[in-house]
């Protein structure tokens, strides 16, 4: 499952990747999606099955679950 985790700033979606770079999983900075039309122009796309727990100490605003291109929000 790809998870997306949207943020306030650009400097916590980058925070956030250096956060995630030691994950078992792997992460990838991106334009925000229009569908969204949240506060940063960047997003972090994560491949797993649960909000990743290297997320504790990151500032994400909202984790939204991709499915092809619908967005359905899992955490706000």
Known sequence: MILLY??????AALDAEQAF????????VIPMPRALGVSCNYAITVESDTVADEAAGVE???VFRCT?????????
């Open 6 to 11: 949207t943020f306030k700033t650009i400097s």
């Open 21 to 28: 770079k030691n994950a078992p999983f792997s992460c990838k």
């Open 60 to 62: 994400y605003e909202k």
């Open 68 to 76: 092809g291109e619908a967005y359905e929000e899992i955490i706000d």
